[in-house]
C-alpha cells in the first residue's frame, strides 16, 4: 500500500484525516455512530505550553463537551479509551480519572477496564513519592463489542508448563498462542532517549496504541484522536490496516505527526517494537531491534527483515 489518502476533511473514501485546528469544530464535523475506536491523551490541565490552565471545574466542562460528541460519533460495538494522570494544584495531586469517570458513566458507557500504565522514567518528587503510572480508562458503548484478545497475547511466563493432573495431564496448560497481557501495562514512556522522541512533551509510545488498535478494532476500522499531538495514535492506526482521524491545536505538532506518517508511507519510520522486554540495568536483556514501518505492509516480515539493524544505544 505505502501511499494513503489523505484528506483535512472526514469522507469515508480516505485512510487519514488530520484536523489543524480546535477539537470541537472537527467533533461537529463527523458523522453518528462511525468510529471504532476513540482513543487519547487529553490535556492535564496543567499549563504545559499548549493549553492555558483553568479553574477545575471549567476544565471538567470542557472536556465534557468532548466526551459528549465522542459518544455520539462512536460505533455501537466500539470502545473509549481515555489515558489520563493527575492534576497537580500546590502539591496536591488530582487524578484525572476520578473526576471524568462519571461523565462517561452519565453518558450510558460501560468501563472494562482501568489500565494500568506503568513507566519507569518521570519527575522524582521530593515531598511525595515520585508518579510512576497513569491510567487509561477503556469504556464500551454497549455490552457488545470487539475484543481480538489473541492478537495482543504476550509470551507465558512458563511456555511448557504441563497439566500434571487429571484428564489433561501431560498437556500444556497455559494457551500456546500466549497469555492475556493483563490491566497492568509495563511500556516505556517517551523521554529523551527513546527513539520515537520529538519536541513533543508528552506524546505516546506507539506500542500503547497499537495494543488498544489490535485488540479493539478490526482492520478498515477508523481510529480517532480528538487530541492527536504527533500523530503516535494515526501512525499506530495506519500501521495496522485501519483509518485515523485526529484534531491538534498547534501547527508544529500537526507538522511532526505528517511527517511521521510521510516517513511511515516509505518506510522509514523507525518505532519501539511491542516484542521488546523493558530494559533492566543489571538484567539479562533480550534485545529487539527497533521496527521500521511502513503503512501497508505486515509488521512481522519487518521484525525479520531487521534483526541485523542493531543499535545497543537505543536502550528505553
Ligand atoms: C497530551 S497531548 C497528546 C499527545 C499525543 N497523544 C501524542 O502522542 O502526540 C494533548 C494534545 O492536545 C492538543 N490540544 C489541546 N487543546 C486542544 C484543542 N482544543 N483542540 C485540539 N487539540 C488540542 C495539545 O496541543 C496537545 O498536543
Not at 26 to 35: E, V
Not at 170 to 175: A, R
Not at 206 to 220: G, P, S
Not at 268 to 286: D, H, Q, S, T
Amino acid at each position: 500500500m505505502g501511499k494513503i489518502k489523505k484528506s483535512n476533511k472526514f469522507s469515508p473514501g480516505v485512510d487519514l484525516v488530520i484536523h489543524e485546528g480546535d477539537t470541537l469544530e472537527l467533533l461537529a464535523s463527523l458523522p453518528d455512530d462511525f468510529a471504532r475506536l476513540i482513543v487519547t491523551s487529553p490535556p492535564y490541565n496543567l499549563g504545559k505550553p499548549y493549553e492555558t490552565r483553568l479553574h477545575l471545574d471549567e476544565y471538567i466542562d470542557q472536556q465534557r463537551k468532548v466526551i459528549t460528541e465522542c459518544v455520539r460519533i462512536l460505533n455501537s460495538k466500539g470502545s473509549i479509551c481515555w489515558q489520563v494522570g493527575n492534576y497537580v494544584n500546590n502539591g496536591e495531586i488530582v487524578p484525572i480519572d476520578i473526576i471524568l469517570y462519571p461523565i462517561f458513566a452519565s453518558l450510558g458507557l460501560h468501563l472494562r477496564n482501568r489500565i494500568i500504565w506503568h513507566f519507569g522514567h518521570g519527575l522524582h518528587a521530593s515531598k511525595r513519592f515520585s508518579g510512576r503510572y497513569e491510567v487509561i480508562l477503556w469504556f464500551t458503548k454497549g455490552n457488545e463489542y470487539i475484543f481480538n484478545l489473541d492478537a495482543v497475547r504476550i509470551p507465558q511466563m512458563y511456555p511448557n508448563k504441563k497439566h500434571f493432573k487429571g484428564p489433561k495431564k501431560g498437556q500444556l496448560s497455559g494457551n500456546p498462542l500466549g497469555k492475556n497481557p493483563s490491566d497492568v501495562w509495563e511500556i516505556p514512556n517517551v523521554k529523551s532517549n527513546h527513539i520515537e522522541k520529538t519536541i513533543h512533551p508528552c506524546q505516546f509510545p506507539v506500542e500503547l496504541i497499537e495494543r488498544l488498535v489490535l485488540a479493539l478494532t478490526d482492520e478498515d476500522d477508523w481510529v480517532l484522536d480528538p487530541f492527536l499531538g504527533v500523530g503516535s495514535t494515526a501512525i499506530a492506526a495506519l500501521i495496522h490496516g485501519r483509518k485515523a482521524i485526529g484534531a491538534e491545536i498547534m501547527p508544529d505538532y500537526v507538522e511532526i505527526a505528517r511527517s511521521r506518517i510521510a516517513l511511515a508511507e516509505k518506510g522509514e519510520l523507525k518505532i519501539r517494537p511491542m516484542e521488546r522486554p523493558v530494559y533492566e540495568p543489571n538484567g539479562n536483556n533480550i534485545y529487539v531491534p527497533p521496527n521500521l514501518v511502513e503503512i501497508g505492509k505486515p509488521l512481522q516480515s519487518r521484525l525479520l527483515e531487521l534483526k541485523s539493524d542493531y543499535n545497543v544505544e537505543d536502550k528505553a
